[in-house]
Nanobody
Framework: QVQLVESGGGLVKPGDSLRLSCAAS????????MSWVRQAPGKELERVSV????????EYADSVKGRFTISRDDDKNTLYLQMNNLEPEDTAVYYC?????????????????WGQGTQVTVSS
């Protein structure tokens, strides 16, 4: 069956870095766009970033542009999110997801598969 297993979250200070990983199985990972989405308490779901299959084109939320980098290793069926210069506003549960399309945004119904989520907390 399909599995998306995130790792790498934690408690860090403002300005620190983290790298999230997502190990995928049960579907043809290399054939599909993949996304990271996040949800903070009391806030709506936000698509952080997406990376397409084959050409590797990417998009980022304005709030993370220049600080976060999404990447993928199709040989390892793994998705990554490098997060630099973290801010308290980045505190959220981060989910690895398979979107229905590259253009899926902030609606849960636009995502087909979800990981269990990993907590990222940025606090001094």
């Amino acid at each position: 069956q399909v599995q998306l297993v995130e790792s790498g979250g934690g408690l860090v200070k403002p300005g620190d870095s983290l790298r999230l990983s997502c190990a995928a199985s049960g579907f043809s990972f290399r054939s599909y766009a993949m996304s990271w989405v996040r949800q903070a308490p009391g806030k709506e779901l936000e698509r952080v970033s997406v990376i397409d299959s084959f050409d590797g084109r990417t998009e980022y939320a304005d709030s993370v542009k220049g600080r976060f980098t999404i990447s993928r290793d199709d040989d390892k069926n793994t998705l990554y999110l490098q997060m630099n210069n973290l801010e308290p506003e980045d505190t959220a549960v981060y989910y690895c997801t398979k979107p229905l399309t590259f253009y899926s945004r902030n609606n849960r119904n636009e995502y087909e598969y979800w990981g269990q989520g990993t907590q990222v907390t940025v606090s001094s």
